[in-house]
């Protein structure tokens, strides 16, 4: 592992250095540990499988883990082009064709002579199944073959490169070995509610994200079935009856009220337990918020200005009420 490598796969956005103890396994219900649902990172990304595996912390060996909470496309991307390989379906092959698919390494061309007038034409990557033919204008070069030892000279003395080929590839070479390009900081604490608003901070520059937005990242990773559609479905739904006041975070604070639990919104309260909780009433859960809505609604109330706390009381009666 090559020093820039191992810095930006431990410290690339926000990630924790935590010990394997601190984690709940698949079974533990421990509140006072870490729920987390992992995922490993996809190194050869092959189309007809591009989701991210699941892993139990059980399976994990290592002691020491760093987990990331932002910057998975990024370390991904990396993987890809450092370590792995991108298979995808030739153009026009059918899909039941077990020879339709076609694993590539990414390549870069060190005699690209950039376009002044196009400021993203500066590099000329491009990812093949088998190195090209060199010629006049290009000689490729596997880019993973950056992490090997034996120097750029070396590599640059045996293949005749010189100039503006010699410097492309020492630029590369700098970037992975020399330069520190990688800004990070490191938070010791355990507390993820500390880490998701340390998280909105430092993304603030670009889409705002709540709270909710954060959480529920880590909630869709937790259930087992696709809590984030069926969510913005919920909401989508109340908007459309005029109750835009309920978001995200009221939906999941009532969920936490329904299911007779603290309703502070903070992760701790969503632990695995919860959870499943709310999964296993996910359908009782939305039929009362639905016809509570809609019992509101008939009496001439919006959610423009109300209590929001006036709502959540009414949904939990209608839903002792109706369990009873």
């Keep these: ?17 935590y010990k394997k103890k601190d984690i709940a396994t698949s079974n533990e219900q421990d509140s006072d540990k870490l729920n987390f649902q992992f995922y490993q990172f ?23 883990l760093y987990i990331v909470l932002d910057g998975q496309q990024r370390l991904t991307s990396l993987y890809i082009g450092l370590k792995g390989t991108r298979t995808l379906k030739k153009k026009k092959a059918r899909n039941d064709n077990p020879n339709a698919y076609e694993e590539k390494h990414l390549y870069l061309n060190l005699k690209h002579q ?13 990812f093949h199944a088998q190195k090209p033919e060199n010629d006049k204008k290009h000689f490729w070069f596997k880019v ?73 990242s880590i909630l869709t990773a937790s259930f087992s079935s696709d809590i984030r559609e069926k969510m913005n479905e919920l909401v989508d739904a109340l908007k459309n009856k005029g109750f835009s006041n309920m978001g995200q ?15 502070t919104f ?31 609604e008939n009496f001439g109330y919006r959610l423009f200005g109300f209590s929001l706390y006036f709502i959540q009381f009414s949904l939990f009666l209608f839903f002792k009420f109706k369990n009873e």
């Design 1 to 17: 592992m090559t020093p820039f490598l191992g810095a930006i796969l431990s410290a690339l956005f926000y990630f924790g250095n």
């Design 42 to 64: 996809i190194t050869n990304y092959d189309e007809r499988k591009s989701h991210n595996e699941k892993i139990r912390i059980e399976q994990i060996k290592r002691d020491d």
């Design 114 to 126: 950039p376009n002044m007038d196009n400021p993203e034409d500066n590099y000329e990557f491009e």
């Design 144 to 216: 993973g073959d950056i992490l090997k030892s034996g120097g750029v000279w070396n590599y640059a003395q045996e293949h005749g490169l010189n100039g503006n080929e010699l410097d492309l590839l020492e630029n590369l070479s700098k970037a992975f070995h020399t330069k520190q390009l990688v800004s990070f900081f490191e938070e010791t604490e355990k507390d993820l509610n500390k880490v998701l608003n340390i998280f909105i901070r430092v993304n603030s520059g670009g889409v705002k994200l709540s709270y909710s937005d954060l959480l529920m």
């Design 249 to 263: 975070d009221q939906v999941l604070k009532t969920c936490l009220l329904l299911i007779g639990k603290d309703t």
């Design 266 to 296: 903070e992760l701790k309260n969503f632990n695995k337990q919860n959870i499943k909780e709310i999964e296993d009433n996910w359908e009782k859960i939305t039929d009362s918020i639905y016809n509570a809505a809609k019992l509101l």
